[in-house]
Structure formats: structure tokens, C-alpha cells
């Protein structure tokens, strides 16, 4: 019974998987500032809509730097962040400025792409390196799979699927 779980389980999470396997090689894991690595917008927002499991995906940078895309298919998520109504996707970054602080920012594109607002958020003070899926996965060579856990911004319990980059430093998550 035991192995027929994991079997199954291991059968919905392979697209998720797979999709962090390419985006372990992509540029986003060796960008150094948000706006490179909002380069990234188009893309994101296709592998998210290809997967309706993934809640989230994001990179965690060995400085501290995160950023993370999620599409707004929940009213309360909407209602919680204060999306736009046209919003469909929204952008968690936090990333050094210059040799100033760390600052938070939450971003809202539609679904061409356009960014709709971008703000600061001061109290968005979120270091990945903290984080245990950051921390397993930078150990290993495959991805890895977090005991189910309460996600940072949707307070929704899931697991986060990790794999560390193949440019070092860097860690590919998805939440489901």
C-alpha cells in the first residue's frame, strides 16, 4: 500500500518535476537583479497555467534574493493582496538595492503580460537560505520533497518540490 502511495503521489508531481528540472538550467537562476529575472514574466505564467497543481513557483538566490510567481486563480488570494481586478499573476520579490537594504515588492501583470502595479511592501522581509526546502535541496543532486508545511503568504498547508540549480547557488521551488 505503502508503495502504491508513493507511486501515485510521485505520478502527480512529475509534471511539476519535470518543469522544475528546465527551469533549473534557465537564466532566472543566474540573474542578479529583479529586473532580469522579471524577464521571466511570460514564461512563468506558462508553466504555471500548464499545471494547476502548482500553486507557486520561485527561485531562491545564495544572497538572500527571492522572487516568486503565482497566479491569482483564488478570490481570497485576490481579496488578501489587493489585486487588480484584471490581475492574473502576481510577482513576490525581494532583492538587495544596490548596497542598500533588502526591500519587498509585490507586482501585478495581466494575462498579455502587462504589468498592471508594482509596490513596496516593507513588512515583505522573506530570506529563502531560512527556508528548509532551500536548505535540503542545495544538499542534493535530484529534487526533493518538503513534509507538508504552512506556506508563507497563502497560509494553505502544501509541500514544496525543490532542486538546486545547475549554476550552483540558486533553488528552483514549487508548492502544491
Known amino acids: ?41 511570460p514564461m512563468a505564467a506558462a508553466v504555471l497555467a500548464s499545471n494547476p497543481l502548482m500553486d507557486a513557483w520561485y527561485v531562491g538566490y545564495a544572497n538572500g534574493d527571492f522572487v516568486l510567481f503565482r497566479p491569482l486563480r483564488e478570490p481570497t488570494l485576490r481579496r488578501i493582496h489587493r489585486a487588480p481586478a484584471e490581475a492574473s499573476l502576481m ?12 526591500v519587498g515588492e509585490f507586482l501585478f501583470y495581466d494575462k498579455g503580460g502587462r504589468l498592471l502595479r508594482r509596490e513596496r511592501r516593507a513588512t515583505y522581509a522573506f530570506d529563502p537560505r531560512e527556508r528548509p526546502w532551500f536548505r535540503q535541496a542545495l544538499q542534493e543532486r535530484e529534487a526533493v520533497i518538503t513534509d507538508p508545511y504552512l506556506f508563507y503568504t497563502t497560509r494553505q498547508v502544501g509541500a514544496t518540490l525543490a532542486r538546486r540549480a545547475e549554476s550552483g547557488g540558486a533553488v528552483v521551488g514549487a508548492d502544491a
Open 1 to 41: 500500500v505503502s508503495r502504491s502511495l508513493k507511486d501515485k503521489i510521485r505520478g502527480i508531481l512529475q509534471p511539476a518535476e519535470n518543469q522544475l528540472e528546465l527551469l533549473a538550467y534557465h537564466q532566472i537562476t543566474r540573474s542578479t537583479t529583479l529586473a532580469e529575472r522579471l524577464q521571466a514574466v
Open 91 to 102: 510577482v513576490q520579490a525581494v532583492s538587495l538595492q544596490g548596497s542598500g537594504p533588502r
